[in-house]
T-cell receptor, first 112, second 115 residues
Framework: DGGITQSPKYLFRKEGQNVTLSCEQNLNHDAMYWYRQDPGQGLRLIYYSQIVNDFQKGDIAEGYSVSREKKESFPLTVTSAQKNPTAFYLC???????????FGDGTRLSIL | KNQVEQSPQSLIILEGKNCTLQCNYTVSPFSNLRWYKQDTGRGPVSLTIMTFSENTKSNGRYTATLDADTKQSSLHITASQLSDSASYICVVSAPWSGTASKLTFGTGTRLQVTL
């Protein structure tokens, strides 16, 4: 069954620590995205990738990094530079950029 | 600045009743408008997608309408069920322009269906 898998579902970060959120898709989609969702706010774009080995900053990229070494995988690293990382992180993919997106079930990141 | 505003912020209705959620947007130019359903702790799932030329689109008990002239959309839920309890998010897409943020997300309407 095709879809997007995010892991872990819950993640805790200590001060000064980098953490990596996993996103894997088996939909053969070229485009992948990372969003951040905070209470009372719309989803905000962190990074996106139109094709393997390419990615671009979104609206709120500071304190985050990504890689796209494989078509299926688009991991997001939340670095210690991100001072307010507590949020629900959603990964999405699309056949191509600007096509309808399919979302994973998210990772909730909290600070210890 | 492109904005998408949804109302009401939250809504409680009895099972079996109908309801209508509103979405007003200022995104211009406009490519398409999407409604998503997001269950608590899950990712959004697409309900409908409408282009500029479409006035209405249905997906089972969900019917979305679009008035591109007034920049308004609504999502009507018929004969609500307990499983309809979720957040409903309106998303407006701008045509491809090479910029990073092509989608503008609303903050959602939280719907609770009760017995």
């Amino acid at each position: 069954d095709g879809g997007i898998t995010q892991s872990p579902k819950y993640l805790f970060r200590k001060e000064g620590q980098n953490v990596t959120l996993s996103c894997e898709q088996n939909l053969n989609h070229d485009a992948m995205y990372w969003y951040r969702q905070d209470p009372g706010q719309g989803l905000r774009l962190i990074y996106y990738s139109q094709i393997v080995n390419d990615f671009q900053k979104g609206d709120i990229a500071e304190g985050y990094s990504v890689s796209r070494e494989k078509k299926e995988s688009f991991p997001l690293t939340v670095t210690s530079a991100q001072k307010n990382p507590t949020a629900f992180y959603l990964c999405a993919s699309a056949v191509q950029f600007n096509q309808p997106q399919h979302f994973g079930d998210g990772t909730r990141l909290s600070i210890l | 600045k492109n904005q998408v505003e949804q109302s009401p912020q939250s809504l409680i209705i009895l099972e079996g009743k109908n309801c209508t959620l509103q979405c007003n947007y200022t995104v211009s130019p406009f490519s398409n408008l999407r409604w998503y359903k997001q269950d608590t702790g899950r990712g959004p799932v697409s309900l409908t997608i409408m282009t500029f030329s479409e006035n209405t689109k249905s997906n089972g008990r969900y019917t979305a309408t679009l008035d591109a002239d007034t920049k308004q959309s609504s999502l009507h839920i018929t004969a609500s069920q307990l499983s309809d309890s979720a957040s409903y998010i309106c998303v407006v897409s701008a045509p491809w322009s090479g910029t990073a943020s092509k989608l503008t997300f609303g903050t959602g309407t939280r719907l609770q269906v009760t017995l």
